[in-house]
């Protein structure tokens, strides 16, 4: 079970709620049907003031990405399996602003104690959870009703969970070798099948190392493709690690 404190820091780090106070719900099966999800994406455009559905479902990729970072902080650092199914988690709204920052709304605390003999199986069964029966079934859904590329909304997922790697990294309390295997699992050694009817591990693709941007004068990992996020309110404006401009034939060179 996740205790207050666990949950507290789940609340402060990526937007997790256990109380339900929504305005404005998204749960996973609601994403996963085309009608409902076309009527949900019509909101989050007006809200974001988006200029089209595709940068709207890239949004809804992004924010929705919490839900895996969240459940991977806490298998990793609680030593703790969340409850990932589509009928414990979803996506509430508690105040309705133009950066649309949802909540993670977990339902039920309980969990399971990840030990030396249950860890590999326990992280698989978690990776089913999250990706092969949840962010799969959405995003074809999302490529369906908006054509967006399905790259897009996986290289939003690795994004956030590469974030989630370097702060991890940072914490000096916590066992970097074993935050590095689980991760290195994730991103590059999981196989296809836990991502849905794929050969191969989504997210590999997205884990080449951080390039050196003479623009910016530092390391940041480019992203391939566009997150489209200078399509919503009034930003117009690029993310620093987008590769419209960030592989400019004078914005970025690759340290040897």
Excluded at 36 to 52: G, K, S
Excluded at 64 to 80: E, H, N
């Amino acid at each position: 079970m996740l205790n207050k404190k666990e949950q507290s820091e789940l609340a402060e780090k990526f937007r997790c709620t256990f109380k339900d106070n929504s305005l404005y719900r998204l749960s996973p099966s609601s994403c996963m049907d085309e009608s409902t999800l076309r009527v949900q994406l019509l909101w989050i455009q007006q809200t974001m003031e988006a200029a089209n559905l595709r940068a709207a479902a890239s949004m809804l990729a992004k924010r929705y990405s919490f839900v895996v970072v969240a459940a991977l902080y806490s298998f990793i650092v609680f030593q703790k399996k969340i409850n990932a199914s589509t009928k414990n988690v979803s996506l509430h709204t508690e105040e309705v602003k133009t950066m649309w920052l949802p909540k993670v709304f977990i339902s039920e605390i309980e969990t399971t104690e990840v030990t030396e003999e249950n860890h590999e199986i326990l992280l698989d069964e978690l990776l089913d959870e999250l990706f092969a029966y949840q962010l799969e079934p959405i995003w074809s859904a999302l490529r369906k009703v908006t054509k967006i590329s399905k790259l897009t909304l996986w290289e939003n997922v690795a994004v956030y969970i590469h974030w989630l790697y370097d702060l991890l990294l940072a914490n000096e309390e916590i066992d970097n070798m074993q935050v590095q295997k689980d991760l290195r699992y994730v991103l590059e050694e999981a196989e296809g099948h836990h991502f849905g009817s794929y050969h191969n591990n989504q997210l590999v693709r997205y884990s080449s190392p951080p390039q050196y941007v003479e623009k910016q004068k530092q390391e940041i990992r480019v992203r391939q493709t566009c997150c489209l996020s200078y399509q919503t309110g009034a930003k117009e404006t690029y993310c620093r690690t987008c590769p419209v401009i960030c592989k400019s034939k004078k914005g970025v060179s690759v340290h040897d």
